[in-house]
């Protein structure tokens, strides 16, 4: 994990090509800024930690953890030949009252924006959620506060201002055909508790 955090702020201040700034569309013109988001935004962390705590066997969870590193490093090799940024006056000037977007600039400038890796994260973790809470059977519930949880942290990307819709476009077509994959040729199979013997 440390290797990839060096090599994503590596690219983030160290870019070797232009930096392409994203356009903005009529979505993010639409979605206003939020600071409440940034909650949302920050949550990714413990939600990409369930399809990991999800996993039946060591097996399986080392092969979630190949197509998750893929996914990582694919992002970060758009990121150096293809580098981009939101634009500079995206934030207003009312996130400087809130403390929470002072910490969130220092560490995760403007740059990095397409595909959004956070997005693209997000949704194939999702995937994975709603594969492994299907296998066990648990309740419809579950699966809807799985989809209304993604919608929440792409909705952060847009709302915290960390992102454009075009960004989270392309990260969530990232995110998902790496879990399409992952769940085509990846995963151990898993039983449905209805069928487990008890």
Do not use: K
Not at 12 to 28: I, N, S
Not at 52 to 59: A, E, N, Q
Not at 104 to 114: I, K, P, S, T
């Amino acid at each position: 994990m440390w290797v990839f955090f060096v090599l994503y702020f590596h690219t983030l201040r160290e870019p070797v090509f232009r930096v392409f700034t994203m356009p903005l569309t009529a979505l993010d013109r639409a979605v206003p800024f939020e600071p409440a988001a940034l909650w949302a935004y920050v949550s990714l962390w413990l939600y990409v930690g369930l399809p990991p705590g999800l996993m039946p066997s060591l097996h399986a969870l080392l092969r979630y953890g190949i197509w998750a590193a893929g996914l990582c490093f694919s992002g970060l090799l758009i990121f150096y030949f293809a580098p981009t940024a939101v634009p500079l006056r995206l934030l207003p000037a009312e996130a400087a009252l809130h403390p929470g977007f002072a910490v969130l600039q220092g560490v995760d400038a403007a740059g990095n924006a397409c595909p959004s890796l956070h997005v693209a994260a997000a949704v194939f973790s999702a995937f994975w959620v709603a594969h492994l809470m299907r296998a066990i059977g648990a309740p419809a519930w579950t699966r809807v506060l799985n989809g209304v949880w993604l919608l929440a942290i792409v909705w952060s990307t847009l709302a915290t201002r960390q992102h454009v819709a075009l960004d989270a476009a392309a990260g969530a077509l990232l995110g998902a055909a790496f879990a399409w994959g992952a769940l085509r040729w990846g995963p151990t199979r898993i039983e449905p508790v209805s069928s487990q013997r008890l």
